[in-house]
C-alpha cells in the first residue's frame, strides 16, 4: 500500500501571500489530521476531518483552513501568510479517527 | 500543564546496546492511548508503537517496547540493540478520549536520540 503524500514538498512565500497545501491519505482511510511543526511550538494540532467533514479544530486563526474531498484527500490553506507560519506541516491519514495515525513526508514552507 | 512530557532533550547510546526514552503523560480520561513516533532528520513521522490504556500488557513492535506504568503515568520506550539507523527524534504523543479530541494527537517535545559506533 502507498503511504501518505503530501505535496509541495518545499514551497517558499513571501508575507501576505497565500498557500495551499495537499495530502493523500493511505487507501482506505477516511481521516486526515494535520499539524504544524516548529521548534519553538514542537507539533500543534490543526484540525481533523472525516468523510468531507471538520470534526474538530485546534487553536488557530482563521487563516489556516482545510477541507476534504470525497476520495479523502484534504488540501489546507493558509491566507495573509505571515512570518510565524514558517513551518514544517504533517498531515496524517488513519482509517478511523480513533485509529493508529500515519504521517506523510510533510511540506516545509518557508516565509519571507 | 504539559500533557506530555519528555525530560531527555538528547541522548547518547553506543550501538548494540539498549537505550530507554522517558515519557510521562497526564489525564484523567480513562480512555486513552500512546503512542510513539521516530522523525529522521527528513522529517517524515514514523509509527513505532501502541498502547491503549486498557491494555494489560505492554506493547512490543521487534525491537522497540513500552514500558507502560499506568498508576506512574509513564510510558517509556525501550529500544533494545540500538542501531546506527536508529538516530532520530523521538516523540511520545498522547490520544484522548471525547469528541472534542477526535483526530487529535498531542506531542510531547521530543528527544534526540545518537548512536553512537
Known amino acids: 500500500k502507498a503511504g501518505v503524500t503530501q505535496t509541495p514538498r518545499y514551497l517558499i512565500k513571501t508575507r501576505g501571500q497565500q498557500v495551499t497545501l495537499s495530502c493523500s491519505p493511505i487507501?482506505?482511510?477516511?481521516?486526515v489530521s494535520w499539524y504544524q511543526q516548529t521548534p519553538g511550538q514542537g507539533l500543534q494540532f490543526l484540525f481533523e476531518?472525516?468523510?468531507?467533514?471538520?470534526?474538530n479544530k485546534g487553536n488557530f486563526p482563521g487563516r489556516f483552513s482545510g477541507r476534504q474531498f470525497s476520495n479523502s484527500r484534504s488540501e489546507m490553506n493558509v491566507s495573509t501568510l505571515e512570518l510565524g507560519d514558517s513551518a514544517l506541516y504533517l498531515c496524517a491519514s488513519s482509517f478511523g479517527s480513533w485509529e493508529t495515525q500515519y504521517f506523510g513526508p510533510g511540506t516545509r514552507l518557508l516565509v519571507l | 500543564a504539559q500533557k506530555i512530557t519528555q525530560t531527555q532533550p538528547g541522548m547518547f547510546v553506543q550501538e548494540k546496546e539498549a537505550v530507554t526514552l522517558d515519557c510521562t503523560y497526564d489525564t484523567s480520561d480513562p480512555s486513552y492511548g500512546l503512542f510513539w513516533y521516530k522523525q529522521p532528520s527528513s522529517g517524515e513521522m514514523i509509527f513505532l508503537i501502541y498502547?491503549?490504556?486498557?491494555?494489560?500488557q505492554n506493547a512490543t513492535e521487534g525491537r522497540y517496547s513500552l514500558n507502560f506504568q499506568k498508576a506512574r503515568k509513564s510510558a517509556n520506550l525501550v529500544i533494545s540493540a540500538s542501531q546506527l539507523g536508529d538516530s532520530a527524534m523521538y516523540f511520545c504523543a498522547m490520544r484522548e478520549g471525547g469528541s472534542s479530541n477526535t483526530g487529535k494527537l498531542i506531542f510531547g517535545q521530543g528527544t534526540t536520540l545518537q548512536v553512537k559506533p
Open positions: 476531518y472525516f468523510s468531507e467533514t471538520q470534526r
Open positions: 498502547q491503549g490504556s486498557y491494555d494489560q
Open positions: 487507501s482506505g482511510h477516511r481521516s
